[in-house]
């Protein structure tokens, strides 16, 4: 079965730091382009980062540009989204996700994801 579950999620002051991790099971998604998406409360669900299946090409949502980092350990079947600089506004729950495709090419439409994580919540204060 094919599972990606998400950790690292947590309550954070603005300004602070998180780190999110996404392990993956059931199989290896070496090949495949990933993602984070995030969803807050009453609103739709929406692109945060993504990662080509080499690691070689990312893609960012402009609210989140210069502040988050995305990267991923192929040996390790996880992906990462490093996030500085944190806002009131970045709270939502996050999910990981896995494209069935792996491209150069990193997309932001949650069509082109075809694995979906759990989530893991992300509160941040002011």
């Known amino acids: 079965q094919v599972q990606l579950v998400e950790s690292g999620g947590g309550l954070v002051q603005a300004g602070g730091s998180l780190r999110l991790s996404c392990a993956a099971s059931?199989?290896?998604?070496?090949?495949?382009?990933m993602g984070w998406f995030r969803q807050a409360p009453g609103k739709e669900r929406e692109f945060v980062a993504g990662i080509s299946w080499s690691g070689g090409n990312t893609n960012y949502a402009d609210s989140v540009k210069g502040r988050f980092t995305i990267s991923r350990e192929n040996a390790k079947n996880t992906v990462y989204l490093q996030m500085n600089s944190l806002k009131p506004e970045d709270t939502a729950v996050y999910y990981c996700?896995?494209?069935?495709?792996?491209?150069?090419?990193?997309?932001?439409?949650?069509?082109?994801?075809?694995?979906w994580g759990r989530g893991t919540q992300v509160t941040v204060s002011s």
């Open positions: 059931g199989r290896t998604f070496n090949t495949n382009n």
């Open positions: 996700a896995a494209a069935s495709y792996g491209s150069g090419s990193v997309y932001s439409q949650g069509s082109m994801y075809a694995y």
